[in-house]
Each structure stands twice: as structure tokens, then as C-alpha cells.
């Protein structure tokens, strides 16, 4: 299963990279994470693995992240004509999924990001999960960037939240 997600934020684009790129921001705007821990190398950088816990629905989901793209690697004095990379490789409970992000500047102190995701399963209940809810994934990928949207703009934070 294949999708693209996209969404813009008015905010420059080196500010929204260096938000995405903060570990000590994903709990303000990844909703129901538990814990996301680098089991090996430095967060956010390329052949990073980390143990990643979200609950969703009141289940847990563990997994383990591999971190296969970051450019450029220093996220200041970005050049304008640059296109800013986050990409990773999920593993875990019966699925492997790749996310490839994108962040352009879509004006002036506005990011376009753009994210491209692919999932395979090799479980028969993720499988079922997959061809029978296809469009909850895409749902979840597209909260997780307005989550990310109202943190960044407006300092919003999905922990306050009552729903």
C-alpha cells in the first residue's frame, strides 16, 4: 500500500525542519507516543535505530526505526533551493512501512511537506487490516501532520487535548 500525504504550515522551512528533527518535541505533536529511544547512534541522523512505542486506540504498538535519509544533515542556513529529506524504515508487528518526508518552501515563511509512505505486511492480521481499512493509515499519517501544523504555528500541544 502506497500514499502521499501533504499539508502546508506557515512557518519558514528551516524552523519546520529543525521542529521535525527535535526529539524533544515529538510528544507535543506525535500523538499517543509512549516512547521513541535510539537504541543505537545519535536521534534523527542516518543508520539511527530506535525503539518506537505509540498507543493508538488502547493498544500498544511497538516497533523499531531506522533513520535512512537526513539532508542536509545540518539543518541551519538551509539553502533556499534546497529540498530538506527525513526518511525512516518502521518495523514491527507484522509490517515494515517507509516514510520519505519532504519540506519545501511554498512562499514566503511557508513549508510545504510532503510525505510519501509505503507499508507491506507480513501478517495475516495486518494483512486483513490493510485491504479492509486502507484509508486509516492514510488518516493517521495526515492527524500526525496537522498535530505537527497546529504545534509549530500556534504551539499546540496533542497532550492537552481532551479528545
Known amino acids: 500500500m502506497k500514499y502521499t500525504v501533504s499539508i502546508e504550515i506557515a512557518e519558514p522551512r528551516e524552523r519546520v525542519a529543525q521542529l521535525l528533527a527535535d526529539p524533544v518535541h515529538l510528544p507535543h505533536w506525535l500523538r499517543g507516543l509512549v516512547l521513541h529511544e535510539p537504541i543505537s547512534g545519535a536521534h534523527g541522523h542516518v543508520g539511527t535505530t530506535s525503539r518506537v512505542v505509540l498507543e493508538m486506540g488502547g ?22 533551493s534546497a529540498v530538506v529529506r527525513f526518511e525512516r524504515e518502521i518495523v514491527g508487528g507484522g509490517m515494515w512501512s517507509a516514510a520519505r518526508e519532504r519540506l519545501t518552501e511554498a512562499g514566503p515563511q511557508r513549508t510545504l511537506w510532503e510525505s510519501e509512505n509505503e507499508y507491506r505486511f507480513s501478517s495475516v492480521l495486518m494483512r486483513l487490516v490493510g485491504f479492509v481499512m486502507p484509508g486509516t493509515f492514510r488518516k493517521q499519517s495526515l492527524q500526525h501532520m496537522q498535530d505537527f501544523k497546529a504545534f509549530a504555528e500556534q504551539g499546540h500541544d496533542v497532550r492537552d487535548a481532551t479528545s
Not at 71 to 77: A, F, I
Open 59 to 80: 493498544q500498544k504498538f511497538e516497533a523499531t526505526e531506522t533513520v535512512t535519509r537526513r539532508e542536509p544533515v545540518d539543518l541551519h542556513e538551509i539553502p533556499s
